[in-house]
């Protein structure tokens, strides 16, 4: 049987035992761990016994809080290299941003003719950084 995930798994917030929850639609796996971010759920990790064949409490079920430990450290990192990236982005972005600026700011002068009968000044102020 396949699992829906937005479905089947949506109300697990706790690691759960899927046959204490009348819930094991599947062969392939017997706990479900949620896994955290910022007390957000943003995965679920579903584990299943290897041996099958003998019917007795899993072995996993004892390391149930490290591996869930494990899985959001791991959320963790993934989330951290997301943010880094879009880190570098910005910075490329604000870097073009300020190369725009100083362009900008060439196309006047920095003196402008002064004399007798005329005198001329000028003002470039962009709304943010750059203007059009």
């Excluded at 819930?23 to 761990?33: A, L, T």
């Excluded at 019917?55 to 997301?82: C, D, G, R």
Aim: proline fraction near 5%; hydrophobic fraction near 45%; charge should be negative.
């Amino acid at each position: 049987m396949s699992i829906d995930v937005e479905v089947d798994l949506q109300d697990i917030h706790d690691i759960t035992v899927m046959e204490m929850m009348g819930r094991h639609q599947s062969k392939s796996f017997d706990v479900v761990i949620p896994v955290f971010h910022q007390k957000n759920i943003i995965a679920h990790l579903l584990l299943g016994d290897i041996d099958e064949q003998e019917l007795k409490a899993s072995p996993i079920i004892k390391h149930l809080p490290f591996i869930q430990t494990l899985a959001n450290i791991t959320a963790v990192a993934v989330e951290n290299k997301s943010l880094t990236r879009e880190n570098l982005q910005q910075e490329v972005l604000n870097r073009e941003l300020e190369m725009a600026s100083e362009m900008q700011g060439m196309l006047l002068p920095n003196a402008l003719p002064n004399d007798d009968k005329l005198q001329v000044a000028a003002t470039y102020l962009p709304h943010q950084e750059v203007g059009g």
